[in-house]
């Protein structure tokens, strides 16, 4: 009997169940329009053979069979692929959209939503190719994942400040000219406005923190972004072939730059990473052929990459902030159209194969502080001719001679300009340079250590300082070119006889009144000729208004242009330089 009475109970209940899901799926067609009702409630749905066409403004409540139910949901893809639907009202008592609901209607061109939807779901306008007109509510918080994707007529919508995150491929492929989000929005998908051709500007909010991938991919017309302080991350392609933008700035918040970030971005002609950045991804700026100028402010990037593959080889100006301290191995190898490099008293430290391959590098400036060097960091840099040296540290090592500064720079350099902030040079310091033509010591020079310019065979002029008291044994010696010797010292420096190997067919240059003394100093009185220059006459104008370089004969007499032969320059700071015009 017990059993008997609890299938009894079971059986009832299974009826109310079925009942209630009877109910639940009950399809009604009010007015044109079908809807599933559920206890005192309506939702907008359709049969699978309807289609929608027309204006349709959706009721906020229908009767059916005397019962009155309030509309509060549109079932999702509701109103999908209904060619003919040209335009949409949603009244305030809908709360729900569901997903695909307008996908494929390809003729719908307007559409308002009421106040009491608060999310726009997945693929909600997907491909509504006709859509020029939305009215988005302040009742909205999130715009889903493909909501308004591939809605190519859809030229400005108002997102308002009651959203807080717009999904992945949000508003990809559509027509958006222009953007503005607001501050209320945390959050921004994955290539959200992705393929919005027409999109010129967009305006990102101080509350946005990331970028992520393929946010503005191929966003062909975009000329104009802000990307605020706030942002700590810009994602893998994130403007990848954004090929009308010319400029960007990338705050001091951004630590992290992805993969292919500004690929193609043709028209982009500087870029400035800031010292906050310390990964960049493969290829990030790679394939922007105007960008021309690159300055560096990150000592990480400059440490850790090989800058021609994230910034490509057109890049003719590198620019290395006051924050980078080490240059690291390989860093500017294959960077084929840079022309010159500063590198600033920051850095200590410069890695092997640094600058390696930069054919068309033809000046360098070594700063201050670096102490290390490291092994062929200028090699094959076949057009480098001219190097300046401001390191103390680097310039009076004694080096073995298999190892000069030709290890560094190459033996094709013409030109060495040796700073004021050097007070000696080593032992062996430019051994065997065989290109160096010119060199120009620095006025705080006091010493020139042993082979300083061995086999120097195509110096042909040096001048000596006058603070240079001590200057090393076969300094010039093998320097088969060298036929002009300018010393500013007037009291001559105690040499033996291997410091200047030619100097029976060289000339020597010596302040006035002291070529006596050079005629009885041992070894430069074997000169072929001492002359007198006329330091008198250069005091006398050192004195003068007049703060330009001057140009003086070696007989002292002021001229407005270099002449031909030796030609001793005044300097507004004071110090001389002599130049041989051929």
């Not at 008997?4 to 169940?17: A, C, E, G, P, R």
């Not at 308002?160 to 501050?183: K, M």
């Not at 193609?264 to 960049?280: E, F, H």
Request: hydrophobic share 35%.
């Amino acid at each position: 009997m017990k059993h008997y009475k609890l299938i009894l109970v079971l059986t009832v209940l299974l009826s109310m169940i079925g009942l209630q899901a009877f109910a639940l799926y009950t399809q009604v067609l009010v007015d044109g329009l079908y809807y599933n009702l559920n206890g005192n409630t309506a939702m907008v749905t359709k049969k699978s053979s309807a289609k929608y066409t027309g204006d349709i403004t959706i009721p906020s409540s229908i009767t059916y069979k005397n019962s009155n139910y309030d509309v509060t949901s549109i079932q999702g893809s509701a109103f999908s692929d209904c060619s003919g639907l040209t335009s949409v009202t949603i009244p305030n008592s809908v709360t729900s959209i569901g997903n695909y609901a307008f996908y494929g209607s390809s003729d719908l061109t307007s559409v308002v939503i009421g106040s009491g939807v608060t999310t726009i779901g997945h693929s909600t306008f997907y491909e509504c190719s006709s859509l020029t007109s939305i009215t988005i509510p302040n009742s909205v918080t999130s715009i889903g994942d493909h909501a308004f994707q591939k809605c190519s007529s859809l030229t400005a919508v108002a997102i308002p400040n009651s959203v807080t995150s717009i999904g992945e491929y949000a508003f990809s492929g559509s027509g958006l000219t222009s953007i503005t989000i607001p501050n209320s929005v945390t959050s921004i998908g994955n290539g959200a406005f992705r393929d919005c051709s027409s999109l010129t500007s967009i305006t990102i909010p101080n509350s946005i923190t990331s970028i992520d991938g393929d946010a503005f991919y191929c966003c062909s017309s975009l000329n104009s972004v802000t990307i605020p302080n706030r942002v700590t991350s810009i994602g893998g392609n994130a403007f990848c072939h954004c090929t009308s933008l010319t400029a960007i700035t990338i705050p001091n918040s951004v630590t992290s730059i992805g993969s292919y970030a500004f690929y193609g971005c043709s028209s982009l002609t500087a870029i400035t990473i800031p010292n906050s950045v310390k990964i960049i991804g493969h290829q990030a700026f790679l394939d922007c052929n105007s960008l021309f100028s690159v300055t560096l402010n990150s000592d990480d990037v400059v440490y850790n990459y090989n800058l021609s593959s994230i910034f490509g080889k057109q890049v003719t100006e590198y620019v290395l902030g006051d924050d980078v301290r080490s240059i690291g191995d390989y860093a500017f190898r294959d960077c084929s159209s840079l022309s010159s490099i500063n590198i600033p008293n920051s850095v200590i430290s410069i890695g092997e194969y640094a600058f390696n391959n930069c054919s068309s590098l033809t000046s360098a400036t070594i700063g201050n502080n670096v102490t290390s060097i490291g092994e062929h960091a200028f090699s094959s840099c076949t057009r480098l001719k001219s190097i300046t040296l401001n390191s103390n540290t680097i310039l009076s090592k004694n080096y073995l001679s298999s190892k000069s500064l030709k290890k560094y720079f190459g033996i094709q350099v013409t030109e060495y300009i040796i700073g004021n902030d050097v007070t000696s040079i080593g032992s062996n310091a430019f051994y065997e340079c065989m290109g160096l033509t010119s060199v120009t010591i620095g006025n705080n020079v006091t010493s020139i250590g042993f082979g300083a310019f061995y086999g120097c065979s195509s110096l042909n002029s040096v001048t000596i300082p006058n603070r240079v008291t001590s200057i090393g044994g076969n300094a010039f010696w093998h320097c088969s070119g060298l036929t002009s010797v300018t010393v500013l010292n007037p009291t001559p420096v105690s040499i033996d006889y291997f410091v200047f190997a030619n100097r029976a067919n060289a000339t020597l240059y010596v302040p006035k009144g002291s070529k006596s003394a050079y005629q009885e100093a041992n070894y430069w009185k074997e000169f072929k000729e001492i002359i007198e220059i006329a330091p008198s006459s250069i005091e006398q104008t050192m004195g003068s208004e007049n703060d330009k370089a001057m140009i003086f004969t070696t007989s002292g007499k002021r001229v407005d242009n270099l002449k031909k032969g030796v030609n001793i320059i005044l300097m507004k700071d004071g110090t001389m330089r002599k130049v041989v015009v051929k």
